[in-house]
């Protein structure tokens, strides 16, 4: 039984990766951190009592910025594979906490892969990086490839170019199976509530069932290549089976703006969007609204525009290409855009149907801090 051990399992990606190699037969080990709060929300169904015997699915107490729990999980596990997905993972956030972003996210990977090095581990365990498109980016070309240029527009994006080399490094210096997936964004009904398209598809689905009147937002014109997390992790496996190990792009090859993500998310509910320009008069006035169950009216504002959202250098344009992964990995995403927006939708009025029915009946439900 092969072995795997996921960094950053409690996240998006670690949730959905655990699910995936735990259907192909793996022992799954994770690595979450020390919280004042349980912090398992997406790998609860995955629950294996460890008094049990032959249990399939561990967790292990750990941080990417402790080298000496790092060593100490890899050399107790003994992984064929690892997944380093750990990571200050927020764009935004990383410009309020860039040292802590450059600890985790970058010098979190030189410890995985010299902890591989030191146990001696260098022919047995394969190694991903968690790389990003981020790398790209002020714009060098378009659409992004694995030959396109690096131009790092934030401590996150930063932090990660470090993450990206040493991974290379490690490859050429030690002959180590180590490999960069680059991923463009990837969102699901997992997603972390701070990232757009999850605080866009929670926002519309509040705002449609009463319980919230106007969802803030930053820069709408901001273009990303958006695809399905679950599509994505498939990537990250398929790049660990290969004779070599290689870099990787996985993205879908299509861009879109962030006030389309909001109008695509808001028509799920029967809200037609219009933006200033667009016909109407101010910024997100709704133009008809089709149920009338969402107790809306036409004419009202019900996206604005926040500065506080903005960030000090932006990633205007991500576009990749993933000729290299269809064609070496035979990857190929099942979700487009629209599938996308809709099974986030529906996720997210069913979370808030819930959350609703607690309210009516007298129940304080969580604030939203964003
Ligand atoms: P999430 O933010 O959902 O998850 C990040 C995970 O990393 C969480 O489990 C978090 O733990 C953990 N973590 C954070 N800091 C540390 C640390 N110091 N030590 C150990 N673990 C830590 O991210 P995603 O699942 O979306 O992304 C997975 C990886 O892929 C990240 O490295 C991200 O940067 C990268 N990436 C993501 C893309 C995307 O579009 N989603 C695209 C390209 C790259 P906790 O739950 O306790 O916070
Ligand atoms: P990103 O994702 O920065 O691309 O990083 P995010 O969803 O945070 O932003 C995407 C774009 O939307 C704009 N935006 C807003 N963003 C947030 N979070 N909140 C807002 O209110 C808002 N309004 C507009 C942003 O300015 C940006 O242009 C994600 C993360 O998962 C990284 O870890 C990963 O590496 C990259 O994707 C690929």
Redo the contacts with the bound molecule.
């Keep these: 039984m092969k072995k795997a051990l996921i960094t950053g399992i409690t996240g998006q990606d670690g949730a959905y990766l655990a699910d995936l190699l735990l259907s192909k037969g793996y022992e799954v080990h994770g690595i979450k951190r020390r919280s004042s709060l349980f912090n398992t929300d997406r790998i609860d169904h995955l629950y294996q009592d460890p008094h049990e015997e032959k249990i399939r699915f561990r967790l292990h107490y750990g941080d990417l910025s402790d080298s000496t729990n790092i060593i100490r999980i890899i050399q107790q596990v003994q992984p064929d594979e690892i997944y380093n997905l750990g990571?200050m993972?927020?764009?935004?956030v990383s410009f309020d906490t860039p040292e802590y972003t450059a600890n985790a996210d970058g010098i979190g990977t030189l410890r995985i892969l010299e902890a591989v090095r030191l146990l001696g581990l260098t022919e047995k365990t394969k190694i991903y990086q968690a790389s990003?498109?981020?790398l790209y980016g002020l714009v060098q070309a378009v659409p992004q490839s694995e030959t396109t240029p690096f131009y790092p527009r934030s401590p996150?994006a930063v932090a990660?170019l470090y993450g990206y080399w040493i991974t290379v490094n490690y490859r050429e210096a030690y002959n180590m199976y180590a490999c960069n997936g680059i991923?463009?964004?990837h969102e699901s009904p997992l997603r972390g509530e701070?990232?757009?398209?999850r605080?866009i598809t929670r926002g519309a689905a509040k705002i449609a069932m009463g319980l919230q009147d106007k969802l803030?937002?930053?820069?709408?014109d901001?273009r990303?290549d958006w695809g399905h997390a679950k599509d994505y992790v498939e990537a990250m496996y398929l790049i660990l089976q290969q004779d070599k190990p290689e870099d990787y792009v996985i993205a879908t090859g299509v861009t879109t703006t962030?006030r389309d993500f909001v109008k695509m998310a808001f028509a799920e509910v029967g809200i037609q969007l219009a933006f200033s320009g667009e016909g109407v008069d101010e910024k997100g006035i709704v133009q008809s609204c089709i149920n009338p169950d969402y107790l809306l009216k036409a004419g009202k504002e019900v996206v604005a525009v926040d500065p506080r959202?903005?960030?000090p250098t932006?990633?205007d344009l991500?576009i990749g290409d993933p000729t290299k992964s269809m064609t070496q990995l035979g990857w190929q995403p099942k979700y487009d855009l629209p599938a996308l927006v809709k099974e986030m939708m529906e996720a997210d009025v069913n979370h808030f149907v819930q959350e609703k029915m607690l309210q009516e009946a007298g129940y304080r439900v969580k604030n939203q801090f964003?």
């Design positions: 990571a993972s927020h764009v935004k990003t498109s981020e996150y990660k991923l463009f964004n701070t990232f757009v398209t605080k803030f937002l930053g820069n709408l901001a990303r962030v959202y903005f960030r932006e990633v991500l964003e």
